[in-house]
């Protein structure tokens, strides 16, 4: 899947949501973009969130900008820091790309994961895509998930177009987060 | 942003380079990417320039990225400080944005920057379109330059260059930092220390005695710094340590 196979009017609709991160300069601004992006993916949820990632050492959230997540999830993600068990977090902070959640699942079957996975499930977290980006620099990593409570999973053509707003969106959350020009980014 | 009335092609272009922008780390990248806009815009010649900025005008110019304007007329334009009688220039800094180089023509045409259009135009330099960005801060600024024998340009090149620009400023900004940030860590503390004295008019043979060093060393240290900095001899390595601020 290459950008070429998007039609003319996603290759328009990525570079509004390009424009549109470029420009996010608050935490209503980059909330607006990525339910922008839920749309262009056809989600049901989007979250997104930013963490210090130092190596060998457990995450440690910085903030997370909630699109459309369910409230109640998110509360009980933070409050018990599901964050350690949920298979697509472990798996981002081994490989930082695009991925489907149901290619991540196959290889996370023991019971923590498990136990996760039914837990989402019941928030009607079923099927989703994550994407980041990690900056070696800073430590710091991003994380923009989007998801959708139907039986049908994403596909490439929707990881193609996460795959090519992540980095600007990335970048509008360390701005956003630093209320600054993106200083921890320059040397990417 | 109006992306509707570009092609599928065009759009893809511009998302390549967009693409590319966010990525590049160094100046052979960021050619790359002045040679697809200079396709983009249907130009012959491209080059970028990072400048300072004083009371609506350049003042210093900071850094030049060339992809292939002629190095003869950019080393009379360095030399000759024409950046000072240049109606795009002028036009640049004080508005910013987009602009066809017949309309800064138009905005100022009276000497001196009548006579630069007459000498541009003998290096071919005749038609053209020009864009950039102020920031970070207002005293900072980008000029973006497309030029052309041929009368080509219209507005669809500008609003070409409305969409990419914002994006290309900031990978300028990014790879010049970095080019800074290189070439500073190039120069071991001692080589610096030497660059120090070479700037006070010592002489080899005194910065051996200062530094309690054998003339050999200093010889050695200058070769080195010499390399580094891309300098053809010890006063333009000065030059440059002073324009990257490796000395004060």
């Known amino acids: ?188 | 942003m109006n992306y509707k009335e570009f092609t599928h092609k065009e759009l893809l272009n511009i998302l390549d380079v967009v693409q590319s922008a966010i990525r590049v780390k160094d100046e052979t990248g960021f050619c790359t990417i002045l040679e697809k806009i200079r396709e983009l815009v249907c130009a012959d010649y491209a080059v970028c320039g990072l400048g300072e900025v004083r009371k609506d005008r350049l003042s210093r110019i900071v850094r030049i990225v060339n992809l292939n304007y002629s190095d003869e007329w950019l080393n009379a334009y360095a030399a000759e400080k024409l950046f000072q009688k240049d109606p795009i220039i002028r036009c640049q800094f004080q508005f910013f944005g987009t602009h066809l180089w017949s309309e800064a023509f138009k905005l100022f045409s009276e000497e001196p920057y009548l006579r630069f259009m007459h000498l541009a135009s003998d290096f071919g330099l005749k038609y053209g379109i020009a864009s950039g960005v102020n920031g970070p801060g207002l005293d900072t600024g980008s000029i973006f330059s497309f030029a052309g024998e041929k009368k080509r340009f219209t507005t669809h090149h500008k609003k070409i260059l409305d969409i990419l620009i914002p994006h290309v400023h900031q990978a300028l900004l990014r790879v010049c930092r970095r080019a800074d940030l290189l070439t500073r860590a190039a120069l071991t503390e001692r080589e610096k220390e030497v660059i120090q004295w070479m700037k006070e008019g010592k002489t080899n043979w005194e910065i051996s005695k200062i530094l309690n060093i054998s003339e050999r060393t200093v010889k050695f240290h200058i070769r080195n710094i010499q390399d580094k900095l891309d300098a053809v001899n010890k006063t333009h390595a000065v030059a440059i340590a002073m324009e990257q601020s490796l000395i004060s």
């Open chain 1, 1 to 188: 899947m290459e950008a070429k196979d998007l039609s003319k009017s996603e290759l328009i609709a990525v570079l509004e949501v390009i424009e549109d991160a470029v420009g996010c300069d608050s935490e209503a601004a980059l909330h607006g973009t990525i339910l922008r992006v839920k749309e262009l993916v056809c989600a049901d949820y989007a979250v997104c969130g930013l963490a210090r990632a130092p190596a060998g050492d457990p995450l440690e959230v910085l903030t997370v900008i909630n699109g459309s997540y369910p409230e109640e999830w998110l509360r009980v993600y933070m409050d018990e820091r599901l964050y350690t068990k949920d298979p697509v977090v472990r798996h981002h902070a081994r490989f930082t790309t695009t991925q489907l959640w149901t290619d991540t699942f196959r290889f996370y079957r023991d019971e923590t994961s498990s136990t996760f996975l039914h837990r989402a499930y019941d928030f009607g977290l079923k099927n989703g895509l994550t994407s980041g980006v990690f900056d070696p620099v800073a430590q710091k990593t991003s994380l923009f998930s989007f998801a959708g409570d139907g039986e049908e999973a994403f596909g490439v053509h929707h990881k193609k177009v996460v795959d090519l707003v992540i980095p600007h969106l990335h970048r509008a959350i360390i701005k956003v987060f630093e209320g600054a020009t993106g200083v921890s980014s320059m040397l990417m």
